[in-house]
């Protein structure tokens, strides 16, 4: 069935560095899908819109040069944190509409930067 | 801007009592609202409702919509430890790619 599988689960980086992860859509094709930070004890909050072979539509407050997306193919986004810092750290999970009204979640990768 | 507002922000109960969980809306065409438990990774799906008043239904869990008081609520009876989680409440509208607009979460914990 449709499943949404994000790559790394979990990242641990100095500060300075860049770190890219992956969100595949796996038995069906996600023109769209979305970019989610979450910090300890708060909610989802969307980043990003990634849009596949155009821009990304980045929120509002987003730094879209500091977090690059690349939809490169029907399945694949990528999220890359660049220049990481220790404020970096948090939850990023990613989704896609696989047809319906409702987003399939990855299970989320934990970015900690020290 | 579309805006989700949940309460209580946390809730304490114990085994075998039944809570109830509250979301109020407000969004640009409206397209559906969801319901999802997390626990320590993505959230896992509930519930999504498209129409006021028919009540859906999974085991102990159920939800139900207001639309015309831009409102929902989701039910647990005879709780247990396991359904210890935040409970986010998300809606649809019909632009924006339907991207989802989520919640504070409530956050349950529900002692033995």
């Known amino acids: 069935g449709a499943v949404v599988s994000q790559h790394p689960s979990r990242v641990i980086c100095k500060s300075g560095t860049s770190v890219k992860i992956e969100c595949r859509s796996l038995d069906f094709q996600a023109t769209t899908m979305f970019w989610y930070r979450q910090f300890p004890k708060q909610s989802l909050m969307l980043m990003a819109t990634?849009?596949?072979?155009?821009?990304?539509?980045?929120e509002q407050g987003v730094e879209k040069d500091k977090f690059l997306i690349n939809h490169a193919s029907l399945t694949l986004s990528t999220l890359t944190v660049t220049s990481a810092h220790p404020e970096d750290s948090s939850f990023y999970i990613c989704?896609?509409?696989?047809?319906?009204?409702?987003?399939?979640f990855g299970p989320g990768t934990r970015l900690t930067v020290l | 801007e579309d805006k989700v507002v949940q309460s209580p922000l946390s809730l304490v109960v114990h085994e075998g009592d039944t809570v109830t969980l509250n979301c109020s809306y407000e969004v640009t065409n409206f397209r559906s609202l969801l319901w999802y438990k997390q626990e320590k990774k993505a959230p896992t799906f509930l519930f999504m409702l498209t129409s006021s008043g028919i009540e859906k239904k999974s085991g102990r869990l159920s939800s139900i919509l207001d639309k015309k008081e831009l409102f929902s609520i989701l039910n647990i009876t005879a709780t247990q430890t396991g359904d210890s989680a935040v409970y986010l409440c998300?809606?649809?509208?019909?632009?924006?790619?339907?991207?989802?607009?989520f919640g504070d979460g409530t956050t349950l914990t529900v002692k033995p």
């Open positions: 990634s849009n596949e072979g155009s821009k990304a539509t980045y």
């Open positions: 998300a809606v649809v509208g019909n632009t924006n790619a339907g991207k989802s607009t």
């Open positions: 989704s896609a509409n696989a047809g319906g009204t409702r987003e399939l």
